[in-house]
């Protein structure tokens, strides 16, 4: 079945560093992959998406690029802020065929320190 | 900013209990999502649906149901809690059918304990 695997956490970084969060899934057919922010006490909001190879999804300074080759998605960012500390979800949405939802990755925890 | 919501946000109840979890979106979206996180964060699907008057079984076997009479409407039910029913519950739409490119939008989740 589909599946997607991302990097454990906490990861810990100081305020302004480089950021990337390695995601990579197995899937059948042709997935849309997501990334997912989720900040304390919140549900998840969409971070963002690509729908086909060589796609790149960008937004608030993070960026990730759907590679077929080698079936990842790395959320990267140039210069993390404090703000930015939260769990992130990889994500993958096949169309047809079971249950229809999206596969999550198990989310990795985000600690930007001043 | 997607409107969708979720009622109680925090639920402690004892063993034995009837509970019903709302969630309601004003977005008019087809689908909707009953996701389950449990305390290492992890995510999994217990139900969703096309429409009015249809509900599915998600990925993740669970005791609970749910309906779906009204568009807006997607209430999960526990007919007798439990412990193991102890997570965070999360409701989500999405506005097309079929497409897998959709976005799921999110509430802000239930967190139950059942003591």
């Known amino acids: 079945g589909d599946s997607v695997t991302q990097m454990e956490g906490p990861v810990t970084l100081s305020e302004e560093a480089c950021l990337t969060i390695?995601?990579?899934?197995?899937?059948?057919?042709?997935?849309?992959l997501f990334w997912y922010v989720q900040y304390p006490g919140e549900g998840l909001q969409l971070l963002l998406k690509?729908?086909?190879?060589?796609d790149k999804g960008s937004n608030k300074g993070f960026e990730a690029t759907y590679r077929k080759e080698t079936t990842s998605f790395h959320l990267e960012k140039g210069s993390v802020q404090v703000s930015d500390s939260a769990v992130y979800f990889c994500?993958?949405?096949?169309?047809?065929?079971?249950?229809?939802?999206?596969?999550f990755g198990k989310g990795t925890h985000l600690i930007i320190q001043p | 900013e997607a409107d969708i919501y979720q009622t109680p946000r925090y639920l402690v109840i004892g063993t034995g209990k009837k509970i019903t979890l709302e969630c309601s979106q004003t977005?008019?979206?087809?689908?909707m999502y009953w996701y389950q996180q449990d305390p290492g964060m992890e995510l999994h699907l217990i139900h969703y649906?096309?429409?009015?008057?249809?509900?599915e079984k998600g990925d993740l076997s669970s005791e609970s149901t749910v309906s779906r009479i009204r568009t807006e409407h997607f209430p999960l039910t526990l007919e007798s809690a439990r412990p193991s029913h102890t997570s965070q519950y999360l409701c989500?739409?999405?506005?097309?059918?079929?497409?897998?490119?959709?976005?799921?939008?999110f509430g802000p989740g239930t967190r139950l304990t059942v003591l």
């Open positions: 989500a739409s999405s506005e097309y059918g079929l497409a897998s490119t959709d976005t799921q939008y």
């Open positions: 390695n995601c990579t899934y197995t899937a059948t057919g042709y997935p849309s």
């Open positions: 690509a729908t086909k190879a060589d």
């Open positions: 994500a993958l949405s096949t169309q047809g065929g079971g249950a229809d939802g999206l596969t």
């Open positions: 977005m008019g979206h087809d689908k």
């Open positions: 649906s096309y429409g009015v008057n249809s509900t």
